[in-house]
Every structure is written in C-alpha cells, then in structure tokens.
C-alpha cells in the first residue's frame, strides 16, 4: 500500500494521559499535514511541514500538543494531559510541492479515532 | 469565522438521479478548490478539484461548476449511485503562504435504491 498510513487507528485513554500517533506519507511527500475532525464537521487544519520544518500552527494547536518530522519522513504528534474535548479523529495527509507557492493536492490517511474518557 | 459554507447539510437523492452540493467561499486569495468524499470510519479520499480560471470541470460521473464573481462553486453528481452515498466536503486552499485547506461542514448523501 503506497497512501498515507497512521497509526493507531483507534486509541482510547483516560483524561490527563499522554498520547502520541504516527503518520507515514506518501513516499517521497515533501510536504505533512495534521488535521483534527470532530463529529459532523469538516477537517481543522492544526499543523503543516516542509520536509522537517514545522511552518505553520493553528490557534488549535494548544501548549499540550507538539508535532515532529525528525527527519522530513514520517511524523508524530503528541497530546500532553488529554482532556475530553481531545476527542476526535486526527488524519494526516501529505502533499508533493514542486515549487514554492506550488498548488498541490493533499492525500488524507484513515486516520486516528482518539477517545477520551 | 466560517470561510467556506457549504450546503444542503444532508441529501437524499433516488438512484439515477443528480445530486447537487453548493459551497460559497469568502477568501479571495484562495485559488484551488478541491471535492473529497469521505466513508465511515475513513479519510477523506479526492474526488475532483478545480481552479478560479475553469467555470467547469468534469470527471466521469462529476462536474464542478466554478462561479468565481459569485464566490460559489457546486459539485453535481450524475447518475448518483448507491455507492456514492458518502459525506462530501468542498475545500479551498490559497499556495500564497498558508497551504492550509478550509474544509466546508460537510454534506451527507444518501442515494435510495
């Protein structure tokens, strides 16, 4: 299978415990998503990266969440001291940026469906 | 600040028949505009996209008809299946600096046999 895999796919934890999911792009996916989508709503951008670099964050992404692309491949992200309202499905997706300011089109994973108790 | 409305938020459509999808759009810069479908229990997966300079684009079964003056655009799917029942979200994306896509709410599509 050559998409984007994360995983967990499922993850329950109870309220105040660490979490940390992985994402695999597509290979050679220059660019990283992580996006949140909660019931009946649309996905919410939270962080994207080139290669390495974490270039933006949304307002979403609070001091208990941190994203990582160590090595410009795969990424993790980490939620510190879950609250309920963590609760969610996180998806990753990956794009091929061939220029700067280059449109691409973005390639979602099944995601990861966060409980938390 | 919703940037991208999307509606109806849910639709049922009889097999064979059209089903259509507005989204309306407030973000000049954005310049691409990409259709996902998505299942239960899975990612959303790319239908068809199309840019501010094409009024239309057809892929198979769906056509994205683009009003760029209006800020609108709309998703038809003909023919609709019962296999296209899904939930469909209209995205938007600007390449000028936030490569962040804005999703719409989403809609839900029942096709009845």
């Known amino acids: 299978d050559t998409g984007v895999s994360q995983d967990p796919r499922h993850k329950i934890t109870k309220r105040g415990q660490n979490v940390t999911f992985r994402c695999d792009p597509i290979?050679?996916?220059?660019?990283l998503y992580w996006y949140r989508q909660t019931l009946g709503q649309g996905p919410e951008f939270l962080t994207y990266?080139?290669?390495?670099?974490?270039?933006?964050k949304s307002r979403l992404l609070s001091d208990r969440f941190s994203a990582e692309r160590p090595k410009g491949s795969f990424s993790t992200l980490e939620i510190q001291r879950t609250e309920q309202g963590d609760s969610a499905m996180y998806l990753c997706?990956?794009?091929?940026?061939?220029?700067?300011?280059?449109?691409?089109?973005?390639?979602f994973g099944p995601g990861t469906r966060l409980t938390v108790l | 600040q919703q940037q991208v409305k999307q509606s109806p938020q849910s639709l049922i459509v009889q097999k064979g028949g059209i089903s259509i999808i507005n989204c309306a759009y407030e973000n000049t810069a954005f310049d691409y505009f990409p259709w996902y479908q998505q299942f239960p229990g899975k990612g959303p997966a790319l239908l068809i996209a199309i840019r501010p300079d094409v009024s239309e684009k057809k892929e198979g079964r769906f056509t994205i008809s683009f009003n760029k003056s209006a800020k609108q655009f709309s998703l038809h799917i003909m023919d609709s299946q019962p296999g296209d029942s899904a939930t469909y979200f209209c995205?938007?994306?600007?390449?000028?600096?936030?490569?962040?896509?804005?999703f719409g709410k989403g809609t839900k599509l029942s096709v009845i046999p």
């Open positions: 995205a938007a994306y600007s390449g000028a600096g936030s490569y962040q896509l804005t």
């Open positions: 290979s050679e996916h220059n660019r």
């Open positions: 997706a990956s794009s091929l940026a061939l220029a700067e300011g280059s449109t691409d089109t973005q390639y």
């Open positions: 990266f080139q290669n390495e670099a974490q270039l933006e």
